[in-house]
């Protein structure tokens, strides 16, 4: 595949990247205060948080969601076809890729799908109760998702420092499981898609510089 068609897979996939952004920020950047990780822990500060919060914020982060995974999904196809040979690993890092990317938008609905009935519940007693079951008995889609993230960060890093990809081994930096720890230390939402648009933006950035280069070469040798 020609590097026009990759970089435009890696562009959709940047682009879906920052349509989950948005959906994590309708989602955690409520008037009652931010949801940081963990916030639903503790329940005051789950009311605080979700009390008043309108509802048309629940299903409108999970349509950008789903649309923003559903696109990024094509990052991951754009990172598969910059393997220089399309083996077990390359086939083992887009696997983990899109299927954490499916799993992830599983759970960004349960996460939209609770938290709507939560609000909506706002007189009822047992609701913290409620909520924590429904997601203590729909966690295995996160679990799923962070596990197989996991495994493409780091078959993507053995691939990228291995020189298995057409990118420079300095490109393994750009790597969602690089940057997924530090910005999740930071506590605020939407780690895991902005992540992803860092790793989606620096790899389409230095597939376009290697093409450059190599236009440049060709223009050398004719000379």
């Known amino acids: 595949m020609k590097n026009s068609s990759t970089g435009v897979l890696l562009l959709i996939g940047l682009f879906g990247s920052a349509l989950w952004l948005v959906a994590d920020i309708i989602l955690g950047y409520l008037p009652g205060g931010i949801a940081k990780a963990g916030f639903m822990s503790d329940p005051q500060i789950l009311a605080e948080i979700l009390d008043g919060a309108p509802l048309w914020r629940f299903p409108a982060s999970a349509g950008f969601g789903m649309l923003g995974m559903a ?3 094509f ?7 910059c393997f220089r040979k399309q083996k077990i690993l390359s086939k083992l890092t887009v696997f983990s890729g899109i299927a954490g990317t499916v799993c992830g938008a599983v759970y960004h609905v349960i996460c939209t799908s609770s938290e709507w009935y939560y609000v909506r519940m706002s007189e009822s007693d047992v609701r913290y109760e409620y909520l924590s079951e429904f997601m203590s008995q729909h966690e295995i ?3 799923l998702c962070g596990g197989l993230f996991c495994l493409f960060g780091i078959c993507l890093f053995i691939a990228m420092i291995g020189k298995k ?9 750009f790597n969602i499981m690089i940057f997924y720890p530090i910005l999740m ?5 939407g780690y895991m898609s902005l992540g992803a648009m860092i790793m989606f933006a620096g790899l389409f950035v230095m597939l376009k510089k290697s093409a450059i280069i190599q236009e440049e070469m060709q223009c050398f040798q004719t000379e």
Do not use: C, D, E, K
Not at 165 to 173: H, K, L, P, Y
């Open 71 to 73: 696109m990024s999904v």
């Open 141 to 143: 889609p996160m679990r």
């Open 185 to 189: 230390v930071i506590g605020y939402p």
């Open 75 to 81: 990052g991951y196809l754009g990172i598969y076809v």
């Open 165 to 173: 990809t057409v990118f420079s081994r300095w490109g393994a930096i």
